[in-house]
């Protein structure tokens, strides 16, 4: 049987099953699968972003990993939009727009 391809936007949860330099788990969302890389059967080299607890991209990456111990995660439905940052008061707004008679 083989492996399902890893594709851009995947969610994947990689542990030392995946390889052995997984000592600490991490998740990442795939950009791509580097196909033109020559690698032993089963193996394949990746383009993703490593994700924080927060679920955001922490740090883009290049990672050889073994397809048959990835385990794919849900995606988690698209993130809201963040609101704008508060804009600091202008001076002149502060003041008013008071004038003198």
């Known amino acids: 049987m083989k492996e399902p391809r890893l594709r851009a936007g995947d969610l994947i949860h ?3 099953e995946v390889s052995p330099q997984f000592i600490r788990p991490i998740t ?3 950009i791509r699968e580097l196909t033109d890389r020559h690698t ?3 193996w ?4 993703a972003y490593e994700l924080g607890p927060d679920g955001l991209a922490r740090r883009r990456r ?3 990993v073994r397809r048959a111990g990835a ?4 995606s988690p439905p698209p993130a809201a939009t963040r609101p704008p940052a508060p804009r600091a008061a202008t001076r002149s707004a502060a003041r008013g727009s008071a ?3």
């Open 14 to 16: 990689l542990t030392r």
């Open 28 to 30: 990442v969302r795939v």
């Open 40 to 42: 032993y059967d089963g």
């Open 44 to 47: 394949t080299w990746i383009e």
């Open 62 to 64: 290049e990672l050889y």
């Open 71 to 74: 385990r794919w995660l849900p």
């Open 99 to 101: 004038t003198s008679t």
